[in-house]
C-alpha cells in the first residue's frame, strides 16, 4: 500500500497482560522502524528492521519488549506483562532505498493505554 | 547519548508573520535532518529534509543546515491558522532510527 498501516488503533490492556502491535509498511520499503510516544512529546526509538533482519536494536527494553518482521506478515510488536508505563502511543515507520530520499513515513499509530 | 533540543514553547506567531523553530543537536556524525508537523493526536507530517549546511525552500517553508554550529532551523513565511501544531525536529546517523527532539508547539494567532 502506500501508506503505513498500523492495528489495532487502540488497546488497552490490565497491568500485567500482553500486548501485541501490529505494522505493514508502505509496499516496497525494506526499513521499519518502531517509536515510542509518551507524554504527548517525548518520543523513543525502540528497534529497526531491514527486511526481516533486526537492524537496530538498542532502544528496546528486551526484558518484556519483543519484535519481529517475517516475510509476507505485517510486522509486530509484543509487550509481555505491561506496565502502566506502557501507555503511549507506539509509532510504526518505514522507508525504501530507492531514490536519494531515507525519510521516514509514519502510521497512524495505536494507542496502547495499560490500566 | 544522541540529544536533539527544542524550545518547547509555546510560540505564538500572528498571522501572516515568519514563525521560526530551532535545533540544535549534539552528535556530530549526523547526516539527514528533518522537521515534522504533528497535530494533537495524530501521527507526524514530513514538511522538509535537509542534508547539506545551508538553506532549502519549498513553498512557505525553508530549513537552514549548520553543521559546524549543530543547528538546524525552519522558517515558515505567511503563518496560516493551519501552521498551528507541534514541529518535531529529527536528527538521523546512518541507518539509525530517528532521534526527536521534544517538539515546539507553534501558536499561529488569526
Known amino acids: 500500500g502506500e501508506e503505513v498501516a498500523q492495528t489495532p488503533k487502540h488497546l488497552v490492556r490490565g497491568e500485567g497482560q500482553k500486548a501485541k502491535l501490529y505494522c505493514a509498511p508502505i509496499k516496497g520499503h525494506s526499513y521499519v522502524f518502531w517509536y515510542q510516544q509518551v507524554l504527548k512529546n517525548e518520543f523513543k526509538f525502540l528497534i529497526s528492521f531491514q527486511n526481516e533482519n533486526v537492524f537496530d536494536e538498542t532502544g528496546m527494553p528486551k526484558e518484556r519488549f519483543s519484535a519481529k518482521c517475517l516475510p509476507n506478515s505485517p510486522c509486530s510488536l509484543e509487550i509481555q506483562a505491561t506496565k502502566l508505563e506502557d501507555s503511549a502511543v507506539y509509532f510504526c515507520?518505514?522507508?525504501?532505498?530507492?531514490?536519494?530520499?531515507?525519510?521516514?513515513?509514519f502510521g497512524p499509530g495505536t494507542r496502547l493505554t495499560v490500566l | 547519548q544522541k540529544e536533539v533540543e527544542q524550545n518547547s514553547g509555546p510560540l505564538s506567531v500572528p498571522e501572516g508573520a515568519i514563525a521560526s523553530l530551532n535545533c540544535t543537536y549534539s552528535?556530530?556524525?549526523?547526516?539527514?535532518f528533518f522537521w515534522y508537523r504533528q497535530y494533537s493526536g495524530k501521527s507526524p507530517e514530513l514538511i522538509m529534509s535537509i542534508y547539506s549546511n545551508g538553506d532549502k525552500e519549498d513553498g512557505r517553508f525553508t530549513a537552514q543546515l549548520n553543521k559546524a554550529s549543530q543547528y538546524v532551523s525552519l522558517l515558515i513565511r505567511d503563518s496560516q491558522p493551519s501552521d498551528s501544531a507541534t514541529y518535531l525536529c529529527a536528527v538521523k546517523t546512518g541507518a539509525d532510527g530517528l532521534t526527536f527532539g521534544k517538539g515546539t508547539h507553534l501558536i499561529i494567532q488569526p
Open positions: 515507520a518505514s522507508y525504501g532505498t530507492s531514490g536519494s530520499t531515507d525519510t521516514q513515513y
Open positions: 552528535d556530530r556524525g549526523s547526516q539527514s
